[in-house]
């Protein structure tokens, strides 16, 4: 049998024996400098495989989206309308589905020119911009053959990008390959940590292990506090509408001249952030039945979307086609509208029906003694009593709503609650603080049948409170001077 001991070849090593240095150069500086650059080495290809695949991910979405554009270019090609309306009704249909718009999120350690994660529409938006550039000072005589021209110019530069991407990443993954370290080798069982369990399993008897061992706590634990930072992030109750949209959302509808002019002296608005804080306000509006106010958020809120995903030039085209009578992007946007609107008008309907159908879900007030010995009596204060505290009593009896008038007469705790639990909690808390204040509540303890099981349990519990009050013999007693 002929031993294949070519793989060694590929050990990246930082071994010091066979390593001459100049007599007058420190060999453990050299060797300390040469570990550090393999290590910087490394760490650098690594990162530049995973930029390439990312850079790749994200080119192969943008090709997609320029050949939709193109399809939709030479569909119309004929047409008598201008190729303008087409283009901005395709990056349109990519900004009105969010989840496709965002471009994939870049891998750990990989960092981005862009502030903020960039979107299709955007990168489209940009694109269309500079095709329009290219011929702008040619005035060409049929724009659509411009556009596919150009559009197509820019097609054939973004998959020549991808093969260069390609040849990268093919050099440096077999870079990569080619070099076996630490990195690469993974421990197996932990024989010590398997035979702790066994003699666990063993002292206890059981051959059942009820603790769940992890192979990798510290991954686990970092999971899992990852995932409670990412829900706090995207938890929605977070999220409000700032004072800054509340302005934007109280003007005029469909005042798109305020709009523009709104935008331009506030350009913070056109945030994400901005969106999402109406489209909140929007339900909760809705969910207290002011429905123009909440579609009017609606509104407002994606009219910021589009603006914002339309690229550099994206307000600027957006109020141009919105304001251009009968323009296509005017009825697409309407519609947007309306479809998130109904959505919203449709969630907030069934969680009021929830609410309506479950008694548990709607905050009251009710009254109930904690202890079931105790009982609460209801006492209204006489019309013509000759006492002050009475007197006071009854001018607060008198103010109160004819059916908790009608109630308290009953001197029945059911009916009182019924009243109550009609009332909102801040009305209910004004009118019980009342009735405390006017002595109309009163506990009374209820009497203990002794000659009963459930009695004398309840006299031995009593007995038992009493002694622990007072200090038992050998308890702990406060000495009185």
């Known amino acids: ?93 990519f900004a009105s589905n969010p989840s496709e718009d965002q471009a ?31 011929f702008e000072d040619s005035k060409p005589d049929n724009l659509f053959k411009a556009y596919i021209q150009g559009v197509e110019g820019h097609k054939i530069k973004v998959q020549g990008l991808q093969k260069e991407l390609l040849t990268k990443l093919a050099q440096l993954e077999k870079e990569e390959g080619s070099k076996i370290t630490s990195d690469g080798l993974h421990e197996g069982f932990n024989t010590s940590h398997v035979a702790k369990v066994a003699e666990q399993q063993k002292a206890s008897g059981s051959g059942k292990q009820t603790d769940v061992e992890l ?45 523009l002019q709104f935008i331009s002296e506030n350009p913070q608005i056109v945030a994400e952030k901005e969106t999402d804080g109406l489209l909140v306000e929007a339900f909760n509006r809705q969910m207290k039945g002011d429905e123009a106010y909440a579609r009017q958020c609606v509104h407002q809120g994606l009219l910021l979307q589009y603006c914002r995903s339309l690229g550099p030039d994206g307000i600027k085209l957006f109020f141009s086609r919105i304001t251009t009578k009968d323009h296509r992007a005017a009825t697409l946007f309407t519609n947007d509208v309306n479809e998130t609107y109904g959505r919203i008008k449709t969630r907030s309907a069934e969680l009021s029906k929830e609410s309506s159908n479950d008694p548990a879900g709607v905050e009251q007030i009710q009254l109930h ?24 009593a009854r001018k607060l009896y008198d103010a109160f709503p004819a059916d908790l008038q009608k109630a308290l007469a009953s001197e029945s705790l059911d009916e009182v609650n019924k009243v109550l639990g009609r009332m909102s909690v801040e009305e209910a808390e004004v009118i019980v603080e009342q009735l405390g204040n006017g002595g109309m509540l009163s506990l009374e303890e209820g009497i203990i049948d002794g000659t009963t099981e459930e009695g004398q349990k309840r006299l031995k519990e009593i007995e038992e409170e009493s002694k622990q009050e007072i200090g038992e013999p050998g308890g702990d007693v406060t000495e009185l001077d």
């Open 1 to 93: 049998m002929v031993l294949d001991y070519s793989k060694w070849d590929q050990l990246e090593l930082s071994d010091d024996s066979d390593i001459e240095v100049h007599p007058n150069v420190d060999k453990r500086s050299f060797i300390r400098a040469k570990q550090a650059q393999i290590h910087q080495q490394r760490e650098q290809r690594r990162h530049d495989i995973k930029t390439l695949k990312y850079e790749r991910i994200i080119n192969d979405g943008l090709l997609s989206r320029i050949d939709r554009l193109l399809e939709s270019l030479k569909k119309h090609e004929d047409s008598s309308a201008s190729p303008d309306e087409f283009i901005f009704g395709t990056i349109m249909e």
């Open 215 to 259: 192979l990798n706590p510290s991954s686990s634990g970092q999971a899992s506090s990852s995932a409670a930072e990412n829900d706090d992030d995207d938890d929605p109750a977070n999220v409000e509408i700032s004072a800054l949209a509340k302005k934007f959302a109280a003007l005029k509808p469909n005042d798109y001249g305020s709009y």
């Open 369 to 392: 003694a904690t202890d079931p010995n105790t009982k609460i009596t209801i006492n209204t204060p006489a019309a013509n009593s000759q006492d002050p505290a009475e007197i006071e």
């Open 104 to 134: 994939p999120p870049p891998p750990e350690g990989v960092h981005t020119h862009e502030k903020e994660q960039p979107k299709y529409s955007q990168m489209m938006g940009s694109l269309v911009d500079q095709v329009k550039k290219e």
